[in-house]
């Protein structure tokens, strides 16, 4: 199977999720002359190993496409130094500030190309539901590509309000948004359950589409974050005489740091990872005691990008651990499908333990870091980059290393938690993001700032027996 069909493909007709047959190798004069390039260059370098059918002037195409003045740094992912030896790797400088940019800028065009590779003359239907910062990533990336339309649903009342305005804001002709009564997993449920209606994926193979997914299951979703942990672990190494780099990733569906391992599966000088969760930490459990229990009660809290409790990307790491026994890992994915728990043993446990570490903290200690971090290094972190952070702080005692705290989104993005951790006032919405903007004097950016004077053109509530008739309607 080659990356172009598995693109366009997304998920194995098995349900199975795709990985790449081999890790390519980066050789040594890779480790000399990538850290000198531009972000672009690296992603071309990086990206031409996983995606090999890819000629190199599409794939010029396709990235140089993806990262210019869209982002508003030129670094793209901005490395900001803390101290002697800790780090922030800031990845929400593209256009709707959060860090799932880095890859939606690119994923569209890569499956625009992917359907040209493979000699497809359909259109793609990209289904979304989201819990926030998916659908605007993925409503952007998509804005305006040929051949492709988008429906994003997101939970009525279950976003932040700079996330809604974000969402329902967004012009194209080619994108639709709705509010679905019902919490995210509803969203998620009904959505998921569009790929397997016969009815609807016959219509819409009448209509001269087809339906893919704009989540981290999709390969070309994933491959685009390699690079930054591809870029930044050899630059911050060379920094420091060639030492492995820990990086701290707050840490969702697992796709952030799954991409950081298989950046150091390719030979990049990455140390440990830290795995940091909210009190959603069933991670920090299946890390700590190889037990993956979801039975528990769900939180909702001040980051709610890491409210999940199945994390459908940590089967790509179980794959690499077993030695690629694709029955082991069945056997494990049905276990949490039917009982909600599995535990792994021997080699799979050792494995974890010699790559991750893992962190969890509640609300009020992730208010606390937000509050000390800015009050030592005058930095502004989002709730979901402090959990990273406290992890990173507490891991950076017990090691020499460079130690790289992964920033995964713009404060503003988050506002009423950032405002309320810095002062204990609440205040909602715009007025925070004011509020907080007087109070640090760190600008908005432009984009967060402009919406409250955009008109909202998507109204929709509806109810999840209407998903299917919103999507057609988009055919
Ligand atoms: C999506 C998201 C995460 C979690 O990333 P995963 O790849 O799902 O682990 C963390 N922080 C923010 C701000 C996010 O939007």
Known sequence: MTSAQCIVKGLASDGGLYV??????????????????????????????????????????????????????????????VSDREYMLELWHGPTCAFKDMALQLTPLLMVQSMRLTGSDQKTLVLTATSGDTGKAALEGFCGVEGTSVAVFYPHGGVSEIQRAQMVTQRGGN?????????????????????????FIRTAREKGYCVSSANSINFGRLAPQVVYYVLTSLRVSARHGGSPVDFAVPTGNFGNI????????????????????????VLRQFIDTGVYDRRREFYKTVSPSMDILVSSNLERLLFELCRRDSEYVKEKMSQLASDGVYRVEGEVKEGIERDFSSFSCDDQTTLQEILRVYNEHRLLID??????????????????????????????????????????RKLCGFDSMDALETLTSVAVPDSLRRLRELPELHKDVIDKSEIRRFAESLL
Do not use: W
Request: aromatic share 10%; charged share 25%; proline share 5%.
């Open 20 to 81: 790449p047959e081999s890790f390519p190798e980066l050789s040594d004069e890779d480790k000399r002359t990538i850290p000198a390039l531009s972000y672009r260059g690296a992603a071309k370098a990086v990206l031409k190993r996983f995606l090999s059918d890819f000629d190199d002037e599409t794939l010029k195409e396709c990235v140089d496409g993806a990262y210019s003045d869209n982002f508003d740094s030129d670094e793209v992912a901005k490395l900001v130094p």
């Open 258 to 281: 799954l991409a950081a391992y298989y950046a150091k599966r390719m030979g990049a000088p990455v140390g440990t990872l830290v795995c940091a969760s909210n009190s959603n930490d």
């Open 383 to 424: 709730p979901h980059t402090a959990v990273a952070s406290a992890a990173a702080r507490r891991h950076a005692a017990s090691t020499d290393r460079p130690v790289v705290t992964v920033s995964t989104a713009n404060p503003y993005k988050f506002a009423d938690s950032v405002y309320f951790a810095l002062t204990g």
């Open 175 to 199: 994108a639709a948004v709705a509010a679905i009564r019902g919490n995210f997993d509803d969203a998620q449920r009904a959505v998921k359950a569009l790929f397997s209606d016969d009815g």
